[in-house]
Each structure stands twice: as C-alpha cells, then as structure tokens.
C-alpha cells in the first residue's frame, strides 16, 4: 500500500530519474540483478526505483552515478533535485533559499531548530508526529533535514547563521533523555563555529515585564542577492513575508528578542549545565 501510494505522490525529479536510470540500464544491456550488485543494492530495490514505488535515495544517486552514469553527471545534478522533492510541501519553496542564504536569523519557541537537530531527535520529531508517517518517509524527510547542515561548512560565501532558542525548546524531551541530551550538547559543539551564534531566552524574562518573543518562530534571511525576507511556519502551513515594512517590524521584533536573551557565552554554558542534568 505504501508502495501505491509513493508511485501516485513521486514528483518530477523521481520520475526522470526513474525513467534515466531505466534508459542507460537498457542501454547498456544489464539487467535490475546486474545493476543492483554494481551498486550495492538488491534487484527489487533497483526495480522499486524504476517505478517510484521507492523514489532512489541520495546514495544510491551517487551510486548509480559511479555505475551507469556514463560521466555524463546526470544522477548528482539529479541529488539536489530530489532532496527539494523530499521536503514537506509548505518547506519546499524555503529550502533552496536557505541553501543559498547569506545570513539566517532564527527563533524557535518549542523544539530546536531543524537546521541544528541531530539525526537522532530529528527522526523522533518527525516519526512521533501525527498523523504518524509510513516509516520508509521518515527516514527520507530525516535525510533531507540532516542534509541542510551542509550550509555549515559552505563557503565564498560563509554564511553567519544565528540560532535564538527558548529554554522551553531546550527542556522539551524529544524521543528519550538520552536523545534530548545528546541533542544539547550537539548544539553546544555548533556553537563553537566560526559562523555561528547560539543564545537562549530563559522561561523567567516574561517576569521581567517585557518578552518580545511571545508571538512564535521566526527566520530571517538575507538572500544571496541580499533580499531581505521573513519565512514563518505554523500548523504545516507556511509564509514568506518580503514586504519591507513587514519584514523591518519582524527584523525589530527579533532584535529586541535578541537582547532579551542570554550573551553567546552565557547561553553555551547554560546548555552545557542543562546536558549535564539530564544525565542525572
């Protein structure tokens, strides 16, 4: 049933890849078996992959392109193709910019940003989910999001990539303990970048009299054509605000968020603290 349901959703980019991968194999005379030992993968998985009832995952991408490809590079300039595929429908149009960004600014209220989740908190967020997923498409939107980090080690240019969290995000146990702590000293290890600033709004600063970040999320970004613009997500619905009005309130907005929240340094040690007692 899965399988039905995968070759009805496969979108563009699975299918020519499908059919690619089915024309150069005939091409060049091999069988699915034959096919399937030059890339590592069994007869049925490569016959899956023919058809879209399992759309071919970034390895066996790169493996195909090592075994039919031809030199010809079809198969990677296909990866990023399929991996804007696999994203939820309300991320897809965010995802490319997001690779391609300049700066990005982000606020996150209830669990870490998807950009900094380890593979283990980030499978156990989307697995855990509902209405619960077929666990083959778990695994590909957990793929996809590990993915994203290559923004991280991008460069000319490197981009400045601004994490703010709320210590709710922080204290919210996702999957187990051990997930949730490894998780935190995952951020803590991305805090050290060179391009990278990590702050933490604690729960008290609502006693204080004034907490600018009640009203949710947020991600700036400025463009690789420098555009400035405002992506906001809620209930697996989406916005891009690129009015410049609208995008200087929010700009102010998380400003003010950002001086209401512990130093870089202060909050590196704060997570670290927090770690350490989730191992009591």
């Known amino acids: 049933m899965a399988r039905a349901a995968n ?18 194999r005939e091409q060049l005379g ?10 590592g993968y069994t007869a049925s998985a490569i016959s899956a992959m023919e058809t879209c009832a399992q759309p071919a995952s970034d390895a066996m991408l790169v493996a195909l392109e090592k075994a039919i ?7 990677e300039k296909a990866r990023k193709l399929m991996l804007m595929e ?22 996150q209220t209830y669990v870490i940003d998807g950009l900094f989740q380890t593979p283990a908190y980030a499978r156990a967020l989307i ?19 590990i993915a994203r980090r290559a923004l991280f080690e991008r460069t000319n240019p ?24 490894d998780q935190l000293y ?27 970040g009640t009203r949710g999320d947020m991600v700036l970004v400025v463009t690789k054509d420098h555009e400035h613009v405002v992506y906001l997500e809620v209930e697996d619905e989406s916005t891009l605000i690129s009015d410049p009005v609208k995008v200087a309130r929010l700009n102010h907005r ?9 130093s870089p340094d202060e909050s590196v040690s704060f997570i670290q603290k927090l770690a350490g007692e989730e191992r009591t």
């Open 69 to 75: 490809g031809g030199g010809l590079g079809l198969f």
């Open 254 to 262: 998380y400003a003010k968020i950002r001086s209401q929240a512990l």
């Open 158 to 181: 490197t981009p400045m990539v601004e994490l703010i969290l709320d210590e709710a995000a922080l204290r919210r146990t996702i999957g187990s303990e051990d997930i949730q702590r």
């Open 186 to 212: 995952a951020l803590a290890d991305d805090a050290e970048r060179e391009n990278v600033s990590l702050q933490v709004v604690r729960l008290n600063r609502g006693a204080r009299g004034s907490h600018a």
């Open 86 to 107: 696999k994203y939820p429908p309300q991320f897809q149009d965010f995802a490319l910019m997001e690779a391609e960004a300049v700066t990005l600014s982000s606020y």
């Open 30 to 39: 091999l069988t699915q078996e034959e096919v399937g030992r030059m890339t």
């Open 127 to 145: 697995g855990g989910g509902f209405p619960q997923l077929q666990n083959a498409h778990v695994d590909e939107l957990v793929e996809a999001r």
């Open 7 to 24: 070759k009805a959703q496969a979108g563009g980019a699975a299918r020519m890849v499908a059919a690619l991968a089915k024309a150069l």
